[in-house]
């Protein structure tokens, strides 16, 4: 199986989705969180991708574990444009929600 028919993928992909539609409405001056939420969510799923065809199971744990640092981060950004009143509380809700739930499907494949 390709990375790309896998739940995780689909979620990561949701996720930069989520991202997209917060950062469309961000007003001016919030460059620097734009920034960061393209970052950390695309950074989810590339580096999914590269753990998935990794053969050494060592490797494979690296590449999961900075994608859960990733899917972290980007549920801190959702936060960051919760509390400067940014972004939506339906979509900041969601990509918490997706970002916590990547969390714990890496978690489980990475151990």
């Known amino acids: 199986m390709r990375h790309e028919q896998t739940i995780i993928y689909g979620k990561s992909i949701e996720l930069m989705e989520t991202a997209r539609e917060a950062i469309e409405g961000f007003p001016s001056g919030f460059s620097f969180l734009a920034d960061q939420l393209r970052r950390n969510t695309s950074s989810v799923g590339h580096n999914y991708a590269e753990g998935y065809y990794q053969r050494s199971p060592k490797q494979q744990r690296r590449y999961l574990e900075y994608a859960i640092q990733s899917a972290r981060e980007a549920s801190m950004s959702f936060d960051t444009a919760r509390c ?8 900041v809700a969601r990509g918490k929600g997706l970002a ?3 969390v714990k499907m890496l978690s489980k494949l990475s151990r």
Do not use: H, N, Q
């Open 84 to 91: 400067f009143a940014v972004a939506s509380a339906e979509i």
């Open 100 to 102: 916590l739930e990547l």
